[in-house]
């Protein structure tokens, strides 16, 4: 049987999908139980054990300075500032995403400005934040809305401008003024869109995120990974590595989720 | 019967391409006419026109003796050959958005007792086009036929002077296309409207209209094609069949069958 012909099964493709995850995995221990038998202070590969030790005294021992548990300060610190971020950016894609792909004169005016803003690389901009709104909360999150709302601005804008043109012209047809067009007929069939959008916006997000974090912060995921970075602590910062790729997958599988749910017209489900 | 829609003189000009030249005629209220011609021949430009989606370079179009703006409103319905139908709601909500654009303005829905006689005169009109037991199916989950149906349902819904035809059953399978066929017959008698419709099928155009338009070019420059415009070469008024039904043509068709076999 041809390769492009074999279907996997549903169990099958769990065994398929965590084996090189497993293996992954096991050539990591091996490395690392390798270099600890020739120096057991090693640092560069920590053993699980040491992941766990060190983890253990950041997620339940409070900070002596702050009085805070220091794994769970960071984790809502960064995801406080993501989910401002992003609920920004989704608001304006969805506002003005809207209006210039339904409204051909908005598009006319604004669609150059758009343009131009997404074609600036955020990061060179970042000095720009800072100076402009200091080093504080506000800095951080306008790097992530300025890093990804233009994508998802034009995303949506190509999406609405991209619908039929005859459901534009039926809609008139069935009276419907240019606000109805817009929030009637291109609001509801660009809001699936608008979920695939967050999703795949939430890669440069965190990317966003954790380099305003590394520059200056006090708290934060990316704040602490460049915090002991000093003292070669893999043993932290694989863990956060790690914990940042799952809540990163969570969000994702939560989006497809909720998008399937609320949009089930927009998925194929027929008969 | 009445002239619904008169064309005065109006042609169609892109830059210096011609697509519609000195076109002259009147629709009565009423009628079904049927417009064929060649591709390229101007007879998507033609429904643009009476569809608003467009307006003539020169002359003007008459809708009741007014001038038509050119622009789309609620007294044309049009179905055109796809996406005529909103993918994101149910049969019932597509088909009682045209009432909801009407009496919510700002919110563009309908609550309490007002959405359900929305919904009633919907199911209504779902019933008669054939899709009272599918009201909650999105179009996703319908049959070409099906989406076409609810097409004419949610366009019909709002009683317009003028129903337009874009090639509606282009797409369908034969079968298909005769159940639809009866269908637009039976709904033009029943509701006394007026059709318009484009098709590539000159079967469909002669069977179902009262009038045949045929589009096309009157002259022909080889070395400027684009300099003449296409006009009604052909204009045939059909025999009046508003009292007639289908049934009532087979039988006719027996009887003179049988009359050959007597004689013989």
Redesign the interface.
Known sequence: MRLVNRQVGRGGRVLLGAAPILLLLLVYIVMAASRHAVNPADKILPLPGAMAESMSALLFVPDQLTGQLVFWADTLASLQRLGIGLGISTLMALVVGLSLGALPPVRATFGPLVTGIAVIPPIALLPILFIALGLGETAKVALIVIGIAPVMIRDIAAHVAAL?R??I?????????S??VM???AL??AMPRLLQAIRLSLGPAWVFLISAEAIASDVGLGYRIFLVRRYLSMDVILPYVAWIALLAILMDVALTFLSHRL????H???? | MSTLLSFRDVWVEYGDRIIIEKLDLDIEEGSFVSIVGPSGAGKSSFLRLI?G?EGPSRGQILMDGTPLTP????D???V?Q????????SALRNTI??M???KA??M??LFGSAKRAAEAEATEMLSAVGLGHSLDL????MSGGMQQRL?IA??LV?R?RVLLLDEPFGALDPGIRADMHALIRRLWRDYSLTIVMVTHDIREAFSLGTRVLALDKRRHDPHAPHRFGATAVYDLPLRKRVDETPEENAAELDNITIDVNRNN
């Open positions: 039929p005859e459901q012209i039926k809609a008139q047809t069935l009276g419907a003024s606000w109805q929030i009637r007929v509801p069939q949009f089930p017209w927009a194929g489900e027929s008969h | 569809l989606q622009e789309c409103g609620p044309r319905g049009v055109f796809r996406y005529s139908v909103f993918p994101h709601l958005l045209g909801e654009c009407e303005p700002l563009g829905r999105y179009p996703a989950q097409a949610q366009a709002k317009p």
